[in-house]
Nanobody, 127 residues
């Protein structure tokens, strides 16, 4: 059974930092695009960032310069380092994996690109 399991969420004050992890099991995604999305109450799922096929990360403008995505291919785990957190970053954070390690005509920022999703982890930033 393929699983993506997030961890590292929690509550932090504005300006603080958190590091989320997303570990894969059941199959390898070590060469596949991986992404983070988030969903705040009453809002749709929002793209946060992704590691492209090239290995290069991309980010939403709202988190650029504050968040960083990295991966440990040996552990098949991706990380989301979040610094300078703001109350508007409060959301459930989901990791996602593309089932294909080949190019696809779907944007990295589109949820439809990703075939596998984690269960989500809550991040709450208080002012």
């Amino acid at each position: 059974q393929v699983q993506l399991v997030e961890s590292g969420g929690g509550q932090v004050q504005a300006g603080g930092s958190l590091r989320l992890s997303c570990a894969a099991s059941g199959r390898s995604f070590s060469k596949n695009p991986r992404a983070w999305f988030r969903q705040a109450p009453g809002k749709g799922r929002e793209f946060v960032g992704a590691i492209q096929l090239s290995g290069r990360p991309i980010y939403a403008d709202s988190v650029k310069g504050r968040f960083a995505i990295s991966r440990d291919s040996a552990k098949d785990t991706v990380y989301l380092e979040m610094n300078g957190l703001k109350p508007e970053d409060t959301a459930v954070y989901y990791c996602a994996a593309d089932g294909s390690a080949y190019g696809r005509a779907v944007s990295y920022s589109s949820p439809s690109r990703y075939d596998y999703w984690g269960q989500g982890t809550q991040v709450t930033v208080s002012s």
